[in-house]
Structures are given as C-alpha cells and as structure tokens.
C-alpha cells in the first residue's frame, strides 16, 4: 500500500467565526495530501499531464468526525487504492497533531481523460501500468 503523511498548519483564513476550520477547506486538504503523494511517489499532475492526460475529480466523499482549530496542524494520510479500471483512487485521514483524534476522512475518484478531445479512457494508460509496475502495485 503507498501512503504519504504530509502537515498543513491551520491558518486564521481557512477558519470561520467559531475558530474552526470552514468545511471547505477539508477538500483543499485533500489535494494537498493527492499533491505531496504525487511528489513522493512520482505521479504528480505535471507527470500525468506530460502524458497528454489530466485526472477530473469524479467522485468526492467526506466525513467529518471532529473539528479542526486555528493553531492546530492538520496531519494528512493519502493512501493509493489499487483498482483495475481506469481511475485513481485515493483514501484520506486528517488528524488532529494538537489532540491526536481524527478530524476527518474521505476518498476521492479521478478518470484519466484526454484534454483535447474530451474524452474517458475505458483501459488503464500505459504509462500508469508501468508506474504501477514500478511500485509493485
């Protein structure tokens, strides 16, 4: 299983009035643990973009446990789902570095799509078998 943990300390612009982080903000989380997955890992956007390809977001789910405050650090845990089909599948749990509970977890689900022409692939593109390959997935 290939896993990223990256941190992203809670600043005054993503709280609300109550000093907790706006619900939004988990989303933007969320890319930020894709991104420094993506880094770690070698399959950032620019690597699949290189390709010709790009990754629209198709399916999005969030459950909120517990809040996030002002001061705190988000702790962020991307984990890769392997899946046959043409899409990348990622699991997320935000937690809390200040109290140590989950504030947060989710999953997303992005297709692999040609810009140009609009449309989905039905099979995996080369390029991420081989990269699966690569990490033995």
Known sequence: MLRNITES??????????RVVWHGHYVRYFEDGREAFGKQYGIGYL?????????????????????????DTAVIETTFINSPAAKMIFEYKITSAKHGYIACAGKTTQVFMSPQKKELFITMPPFMEA???RWEI
Not at 9 to 18: A, G, N
Not at 51 to 67: E, M, S, T
């Open 9 to 18: 300390v809670i600043k005054f612009s993503e709280v609300d009035s109550l």
């Open 47 to 71: 690597d699949i973009y290189e390709h010709g390809l790009a990754v629209p977001l198709v399916d999005l789910q969030v459950n909120f446990k517990r809040i996030l405050e002002y001061g």
């Open 131 to 133: 990269w699966k390959k």
